[in-house]
């Protein structure tokens, strides 16, 4: 299984800096308009590049998620594999595994969240990818028996977990609940027909951080697994946010 998932992790590597690349670099002669959505909202859409049907909003937070894939996954994913096929480890394993994880929830998001344009092949296949990498990446760490030497399932690192959990449906459920109560559609709703990353985070990362957790005090295999999946996407997103915001302004 180790010789797909390698060849898989090329793949996603080619495929995410040619997404990332062409999102980021790739441009047009088109400026952005003005345009009334299904709601009845005036929507400014950016109207250049890649994202030229996106909303303003929307195309400069994935111009941020980009130069974040391009600049530093990417380069953190050639360090992965290099490290996996001369030394294969658990660890080396482990690192690849999580950031073919990450890799999967950006496919995921480009795929379903962005206006449909000239790569959505590619987002397709990237996302395919992805997930089959990420479905043999399980399987190859399940063979491994993981031993911590040090207690790790401590009382900081649940409330840590619980806390991350909790967090992504404080930030994203009282835009629902507020739309569910003025019966009209999301504020930020813009073009789209929905919000992905109120899917991805409210129901699966947010479980994801309790079965974790339960997992974890069951001292399975897979808790700790979904821990250094976890830890790796929230470091990243931790840097990703700020270049994304950076993008906006």
Known sequence: MNKQLHILTVLIIVLAVITSGLGLFYKT??????????????VKIYGNGIYKN?????????????????????????????????????????????????FAYYSASIS????????????????SCCFHALIIGFLVLNKYKISMSVNIYNTGLKVFLIFCGFSLFVAWLPDIIFSLIKQRSLDLIEIYTTQITYIMDMAIISPLMFICLYTLEKRKNI???????????????????????????
């Open 54 to 102: 996106d909303s303003y909003f929307m195309a400069s937070i994935f111009k941020g998620t980009d130069f974040t894939i391009l600049f530093l996954v990417v380069p953190l994913s050639i360090i992965a594999l290099y490290l996996d096929i001369k030394k294969d480890t658990l660890k080396t394993k482990l690192f690849l595994t999580a950031l073919i994880a990450l």
């Open 223 to 249: 808790g700790y697994i979904l821990l250094g999946i976890i830890l790796t996407i929230l470091l990243i997103v931790g840097v990703m946010l700020p270049i994304q915001t950076i993008s906006q302004i």
């Open 112 to 127: 379903f969240g962005i206006v449909y344009n000239t790569l959505f092949l590619l987002y397709m296949i990237l996302f």
């Open 29 to 42: 002669d088109g400026l952005p308009y003005d345009y009334v959505n299904q709601y009845g909202d005036t």
